[in-house]
């Protein structure tokens, strides 16, 4: 079965830092990967996605996760925080495989705090 | 604006009762699932429809049902309501079918409290 890990719950970086929310999964075959961004109170934006192309992927307002089979990890990563990427941050996986097409298996978010 | 709405944006239900949700994909959208997020948690997959029908399901009772319209539209149907179906609904789109790594959309979601 997929399942996916984010590892801490919450981060908290300062404006003008890095940004490095980590994500971890679990499959058994090649899983297409994805990163979602949720404001207080509203659904989930897609941030950026992986589906077996170039391994670093780059996504909307600067953010860029990179696919390492390895690791099993898909880290999403944003070189400089703005106030504005306070939200919460979620790491998805959906098998390639199935019919399920609409299925993604979440991991539990990370509380990105960034302070001035 | 992802195209996906959702009505109504807040609810509140008596426990026992039954509510009804509802989703307008974004156009030319055939694939429409639903979501149960509860607060603080990831959401939770509950079910999926492809034309009309539904092709696949989480781990959800059988009082969650659901419906999709020749336009794609959708409803969600949650019977005997408990106290632990209180959550976020979110309905995503997609116009992938059965071909997988589409862009899934979501809605802004339902707010269903029970009482």
């Known amino acids: 079965a997929q399942s996916v890990t984010q590892l801490g719950s919450h981060v908290s970086v300062s404006e003008g830092a890095l940004v490095l929310l980590r994500c971890n999964y679990s499959?058994?075959?090649?899983?297409?990967l994805f990163w979602y961004v949720q404001y207080p109170n509203q659904g989930l934006q897609l941030l950026l996605k992986?589906?077996?192309?170039?391994?670093l992927v780059k996504g909307i307002n600067g953010f860029e996760a990179e696919f390492k089979k390895s690791e099993t990890s898909f880290h999403l990563t944003k070189p400089s925080a703005h106030m504005s990427d306070a939200a919460e941050y979620f790491c998805?996986?959906?098998?390639?495989?199935?019919?399920?097409?609409?299925?993604?298996?979440f991991g539990q978010g990370t509380t990105l705090q960034v302070k001035p | 604006e992802t195209g996906v709405t959702q009505s109504p944006t807040h609810l509140i239900k008596t426990r026992g009762q039954q509510v009804t949700l509802r989703c307008s994909s974004q156009?030319?959208?055939?694939?429409v699932s639903w979501y149960q997020q509860a607060l603080g948690q990831g959401p939770q997959f509950i079910f999926q429809?492809?034309?009309?029908?539904?092709?696949g399901r989480g781990n959800f009772p059988p009082r969650f049902s659901g419906l999709q319209f020749p336009n794609y539209s959708s409803e969600l149907n949650v019977n005997a309501l408990e106290l632990d179906d209180s959550a976020l609904y979110l309905c995503?789109?997609?116009?992938?079918?059965?071909?997988?790594?589409?862009?899934?959309?979501f809605g802004e979601g339902s707010w269903l409290t029970v009482v």
């Open positions: 995503a789109s997609s116009r992938g079918g059965l071909i997988s790594g589409n862009t899934i959309y």
């Open positions: 499959s058994s075959v090649p899983p297409y």
């Open positions: 992986y589906t077996s192309a170039a391994t």
């Open positions: 998805a996986v959906s098998d390639p495989g199935s019919s399920n097409t609409g299925k993604l298996i």
């Open positions: 156009s030319g959208h055939n694939t």
């Open positions: 429809y492809y034309r009309e029908e539904e092709n």
